[in-house]
Nanobody, 121 residues
Framework: QVQLVESGGGLVQPGGSLRLSCAAS????????MGWHRQAPGKQRELVAR???????TYLDSVKGRFTISRDNAKNTVLLQMNSLKPEDTAVYYC???????????????WGQGTQVTVSS
């Protein structure tokens, strides 16, 4: 059984910064892709940033240059550094990890519980 635990959300003023963290734990055999998605009220969930096992990254166009995703493989952790935050970044942010646990022969997608990010003056 595996678990994802997120932290780091909160309220910040426009132009401010936040760092989100997501740690995977449990009977993990391999971790492949790690990423962050977000969902604002009344909108569909969207991919914000993703990093693969080789370190290649993908970003939503609207966050390029402001957000940075990174991972610590030794700690099974993915981070999202968010700078120059805008009100339109307000959403619930979800960690998503593709990994294989010991009881399975195939990798599956796992999701965190979500953390609220609110950008407002």
């Amino acid at each position: 059984q595996v678990q994802l635990v997120e932290s780091g959300g909160g309220l910040v003023q426009p132009g401010g910064s936040l760092r989100l963290s997501c740690a995977a734990s449990g009977s993990i055999v391999s971790i492949y892709t790690m990423g962050w998605h977000r969902q604002a009220p009344g909108k569909q969930r969207e991919l914000v940033a993703r990093i693969d096992s080789g370190g290649a990254t993908t970003y939503l166009d609207s966050v390029k240059g402001r957000f940075t995703i990174s991972r610590d493989n030794a700690k099974n952790t993915v981070l999202l550094q968010m700078n120059s935050l805008k009100p339109e970044d307000t959403a619930v942010y979800y960690c998503q990890v593709t990994m294989r646990e010991s009881r399975s022969y195939r990798p599956s997608d796992y999701w965190g519980q979500g953390t609220q990010v609110t950008v407002s003056s």
